[in-house]
């Protein structure tokens, strides 16, 4: 009877051992499998966004190239932020944000290059645009050409400050060319962008304005009288670069090559550039 109650108490404890090994890891709970999983480890695309630094010249045609961009990059939103190229390089040049930057000058963007604010690399000329003579839709004016300009038959002549806004700086070479720049100096309204010069002529606040002719394709309220001779001024290029200290190179890169490629092209086409 002893050696019978001693075999099952060594069953009974060999059970209990056996038991208790096959336990030493912890019971994983539905937490843990969840952690585990691959579809847990996954993690949505985070959203980037961008931040264009441009020529106002450009206003237009980036707004209208924006929602299709966006369609096809889902992950990556725009937002612009518009004026003179200068003074946007600037703006660039003393820390403030931007991943890309989009100028209406060679010069600016060369500037830029050199103070090594910009990746060599990305940068690329995506269109041109032409200096165009512009007047109010109801003048009656009979001019036609830049040489036909009289400084004493108008008041007010609105053209961009040539220091800071490219298109000042190609009228005023266009007008050194002419021998107009100095009788025009009492007559002058300067505009701190293309846009306002437009908007000199659209309002009535000057008799003439020289604008792109991107600008005046799309107002309703100028006409064109001349376009100006390539001759006369540094050629009108649009340069574009990631700006060096972007924190979304990639998204930047894929923003300069949708704008070079032939959606971006026919878009800028559209509004009226070359």
Known sequence: MKRFLLSVTFAVLSVLLFGCSNNNEPEKTDATVDRETPESKQQPDEEVALLISAAASLTDALEDLKSTF????????????????GKLAKNIENGAPSDVFLSASSKDMNDMEEKGLINNESR???????????THKDSDSTIDSFEDIDPAALDHFAVGEPESVPVGRYTKETFETLDLWEPLQD????????????????????????VYSSDAYISNDVKVLAESDPEWHAPIVYPGAVVKDSKHQEAAQQFLDYLTSDKGKETLQEFGFK
């Open 124 to 134: 690329e000329n995506f269109t041109l645009n032409v200096l165009v003579l512009i």
């Open 187 to 210: 007559k002058l309204v300067l505009g701190s962008d293309v846009r306002q010069v437009l908007t000199h002529v659209e309002m009535g606040n000057a008799d003439y304005g020289v």
């Open 70 to 85: 966006e369609e096809e990059h889902e992950e990556i939103k725009l937002t612009y932020n518009f004026g003179s190229s």
